[in-house]
């Protein structure tokens, strides 16, 4: 697979992931089937999906550059950098996912898997067509 298309389909994902933090913070979803069932109230809902949101449009936002929609503000390597980083939290994210607290949750190791592949494919794929 093309790493622009990896990064489109991580792109998608991204925005559906951020519309879910938002239908939390909009009490449409119910915040006791995110964050693993942890959160206790409110007001960390509101600041763990705030959270969420905002590390989820950095990553777009990185994704963005590295596929070329974006002028750089990063150098190729930060861009890079913060990609592998990403990685690895997806990696940890989905161990986590899979010994969560609720089905729910445990779905999302798919997705946190997924994503991962996909972070794995666009900093692989591009390296390779750089050369």
């Known amino acids: 697979m093309k790493y622009k298309i990896s990064i489109k389909i991580l792109l998608a994902l991204l925005i559906s992931v951020i519309l879910f933090h938002m239908s939390v913070i909009a009490k449409v979803v119910p915040y006791d089937i995110a964050w693993g069932g942890r959160l206790t109230n409110d007001t960390e809902m509101y600041i763990f999906e705030t959270l969420s949101i905002l590390i989820n449009l950095f990553l777009a936002t990185i994704l963005l550059m590295k596929g070329d929609f974006i002028k750089y503000k990063f150098s190729n390597k930060v861009v890079n950098l913060i ?28 997705l946190t898997g997924f994503s991962a592949i996909l972070i794995w494919n666009i900093t692989v794929k591009k390296k390779t067509t750089n050369r």
């Open 83 to 110: 990609l592998w980083i990403f990685f690895v939290i997806f990696i940890l994210n989905t161990i986590g996912n899979i010994f969560a607290q609720t089905f729910f949750e445990k779905f999302f190791a798919i």
